[in-house]
Every structure is written in structure tokens, then in C-alpha cells.
């Protein structure tokens, strides 16, 4: 597979409108760039308390779905970005209060848990492995990267 292309000009691209555009990438890359997702999908995305973070991760998988209805891969794809960036970001702030892994020095801070900020992890966790293995969402995404994310 092609390493992700960051020098699209992601402000110019509708997604939508060219999903051959899009590529997957590891983890969560691209998630606070593809448009017109970005847009739909970050007003709910929230972690801060494990209420909130269940509200948040139940509205955004409720999108992946909506998503999948319309057999939209990218906005399937964009959703499960941000259910996994709502694991990640909360298990940080789990480990590290403020959110900061690292010192001035790249040294990695002693971690400090934080109850709260772990329920709402696992919250974000458990609804992102039900989307990242949606037997429909994994079968349009190996046809996506077959079709548009094979090297040259």
C-alpha cells in the first residue's frame, strides 16, 4: 500500500464527491483533514467525562451506520477514525493529566491514572472494535485499498 499522501490539498478535496482520493493509512491518519467528514463527525466527538464519552462514541457510531446505509466507505472509514481517536485521546489523558506524554527532553512523563478519563477509553474502545470489525465495513475497505491504494 501507498504511504499516506499528506500533501493533498485537503482544503480543496470534497471526499464525498472523490472518495478515489482517499486513503485509509494507519490508525487515524487524516482524521482532522478529509472533508466533508471532519466537518460532520468532530462536533460529537467528546470524551471528557464517561457519560459524555458514551453519548459522543453512541452518536458517531450512530453515523458509521448512517454512513454504511448509504455505502459510504470514506465516511465509515472517517467515523471509525474518530471512535479510535476517542480511545487514544482519552487513554492519554488517562496516563497523563494534562495530555502530555513526553517532557521538553522527548522523555516519557510517569503516568498517573485517572479513573474517569479510563472509563471513558474503554467506552470509546468497545464501540470502535464493533465498527473496525463491521463484516461490511472491513469487506469496503480491502475493496477500496485494492482498487485505489495499490502502488504505482
Known amino acids: 500500500m501507498k504511504p499516506f499522501n499528506y500533501d493533498q490539498d485537503f482544503t480543496k478535496i470534497d471526499f464525498r464527491q472523490h472518495p478515489e482520493l482517499y486513503q485509509v493509512g494507519k490508525g487515524e491518519q487524516g482524521v482532522l483533514m478529509v472533508e466533508p467528514y471532519k466537518s460532520e463527525i468532530l462536533p460529537h466527538w467528546r470524551f471528557k467525562t464517561p457519560d459524555i464519552a458514551r453519548e459522543s462514541s453512541e452518536k458517531i457510531y450512530e453515523m458509521f451506520l448512517d454512513y454504511k446505509a448509504n455505502g459510504d466507505f470514506v465516511g465509515m472509514d472517517m467515523a471509525r477514525k474518530f471512535l479510535q ?46 465498527a473496525k470489525t463491521d463484516a461490511e465495513y472491513m469487506k469496503l475497505k480491502k475493496a477500496h485499498q485494492s482498487k485505489y491504494e495499490v502502488e504505482d
Open 85 to 130: 481517536m476517542g480511545y487514544t485521546r482519552s487513554r492519554r489523558y488517562a496516563n497523563h493529566k494534562t495530555g502530555r506524554k513526553y517532557d521538553n527532553d522527548k522523555q516519557v512523563l510517569p503516568r498517573e491514572e485517572d479513573p474517569i478519563k479510563a472509563e471513558s477509553a474503554r467506552i470509546f474502545y468497545a464501540i470502535y472494535q464493533q
